[in-house]
Each structure stands twice: as structure tokens, then as C-alpha cells.
């Protein structure tokens, strides 16, 4: 037999290649399995900007009056369970009139109206993680200004980084939902 460098050294990767997938193993990984029953929902384009300090959510959209913004939102989720997940979203504004100036619509342009606490809702069938779409309607004739779409209830406490209780959107017997407090929110700029 006539071995040269060329075939002991394909010899010698061939082995250690064989050492290396033989030695590697399934492993179970530990994680708290009491967090699998917890769920992030927020606005799916992220803003920050390092110059500002606090809760400096960035991310706006400009449109004319007239027209509709349409704002992706996620909802994170790794699992397929026998339960819906329902979350919310509100709108606000310090100068402009739901129904007189703007609108939340489906994407069919109906109107949509809040329930008693001001919120809208999402449906996640059986926690299935997704993008849906929140628009916002600029009414023809209305005033021009910003309408603040918030994950957090406005009349909650502003969601902080170091204090997790203000990051809970809802809590059930079977889930809990919670939102960021550094992507919480989205300008729509009527112009």
C-alpha cells in the first residue's frame, strides 16, 4: 500500500469528523417551563434611538388626510395550544377626535369600535405566533395632528424596563401576555 501526506492527512479529518458527530448527543435542555404560557405581542418595526433616555418609542408613520396607515403588529408564540390568545391594542390623542378626525378600520375600511375600556382586540387561534394589521383611518375633513397607537392602556402605568408588572397586558388561568416597554407605541402623523 502507498500511503502519501495527502491520504493520512484525509485519513486523520475523516477520523476526527467521526469523533465529533459520535460524541454529539441530543441534549434536554432546562428551561423554566412556567414561561411557556407567556406571550409578547407589540409593533412588529422596532424603534429606539440611543440619544433619547426612557421609553423612546420612534417608530411613525406619516400619511394624508384621507388616507389609511397600516401598522404591522406580532405576536410572538413558539407553541400550538388549545386555548385563544387575545390581545389588545388603543388609540390616543392629545388634539385629534375618534370618529370626527380619524378611525380604527379592518382591512376592508369598516369602522371598528373599542370595547368599554377603550381597547381593541386581536384574536391569536390556539397561541399561533403572526403579523396582523392595525389600520388607522384619517378622515376626509378632520383636523391634522398624531394619533398614538399604544400596546399599553393609556390609562395604565407607561410600561419600564425594570419594573415587569407594568409590561402585563393581560393574565388569564391559561396565559399572560406581555408588551415592551421600549416598543410599545406608534405614531401615526396626519399631514
Known amino acids: 500500500m502507498n500511503f ?6 484525509f485519513a486523520f ?3 476526527f469528523l467521526a469523533l465529533g458527530f459520535s460524541s454529539c448527543s441530543n441534549d434536554d435542555w432546562t428551561y423554566d417551563k412556567s414561561l411557556e404560557h407567556v406571550y409578547f405581542f407589540g409593533p412588529q ?3 429606539y434611538d440611543e440619544t433619547k433616555k426612557g421609553n423612546n418609542n420612534v417608530v411613525f408613520y406619516d400619511i ?3 388616507a389609511t396607515a397600516e401598522v404591522p403588529m406580532q405576536f410572538w408564540s413558539e407553541f400550538f395550544r388549545s386555548y385563544d390568545v387575545v390581545t389588545y391594542y388603543y ?5 385629534l377626535v375618534l370618529g370626527k378626525d380619524y378611525a380604527v378600520v379592518d382591512e376592508n375600511g369598516t369602522v371598528l369600535n373599542p370595547d368599554a375600556n377603550g381597547a381593541y382586540s386581536f384574536t391569536w387561534k390556539n397561541a399561533q405566533k403572526g403579523i396582523k394589521n392595525i389600520y388607522i383611518k384619517s378622515l376626509p375633513g378632520g383636523e391634522l395632528g398624531t394619533v398614538t397607537l399604544l ?3 393609556p ?11 407594568t409590561t402585563l397586558q393581560s393574565k388569564t388561568s391559561d396565559y399572560e401576555v406581555r408588551i415592551f416597554s421600549q416598543n410599545y407605541k ?4 396626519i399631514k
Open 151 to 153: 400596546t399599553a392602556d
Open 4 to 9: 502519501n501526506m495527502k491520504n493520512i492527512f
Open 45 to 47: 418595526v422596532w424603534g
Open 91 to 95: 388609540t390616543t390623542s392629545e388634539t
Open 13 to 15: 479529518m475523516a477520523l
Open 186 to 189: 406608534v405614531a401615526i402623523n
Open 155 to 165: 390609562a395604565g402605568e407607561t410600561p419600564v424596563n425594570n419594573n415587569l408588572d
Open 64 to 66: 394624508e388626510q384621507g
